[in-house]
């Protein structure tokens, strides 16, 4: 949905809005920025920025974050394997 804003809201221009987007206080968000669904918005979004996720952040960002999340679980017995070949206790930290 596209919804033409009002200049004193602290909104400009017109801007794509997709459900559930939650925002705090009052915020300013630029001209033709893009804000996915269901998005945080915690403070100002600048103009033609396309931010995401919940605190919502650069969209860029956020989508790398996220396809970083199903690589976790491997990574985790990578590094607990590599404790163990060094002798590293899971949870010591060397000083």
């Known amino acids: 949905m596209t919804v033409k804003t009002d200049l004193e ?3 400009r221009g017109v801007l794509p809005i997709t459900a559930g987007i939650n925002a ?3 915020l300013t968000i ?3 920025a ?3 669904a269901k998005s945080g918005i915690h403070g100002d979004v600048p103009a033609r920025a396309e ?3 919940y605190p919502a952040i650069e969209a860029r960002l956020w989508r790398r974050a996220m396809a970083s999340l199903t ?3 491997d990574v985790f017995r990578r590094v607990r394997r590599v404790e163990r070949a060094l002798g590293l206790a899971a949870g010591d930290d060397e000083e």
């Open 9 to 11: 809201a602290g909104l």
């Open 24 to 26: 705090a206080g009052h």
């Open 34 to 36: 893009h804000i996915a």
């Open 51 to 53: 931010y995401g996720g």
């Open 71 to 73: 690589r976790l679980p």
């Open 30 to 32: 630029g001209d033709d």
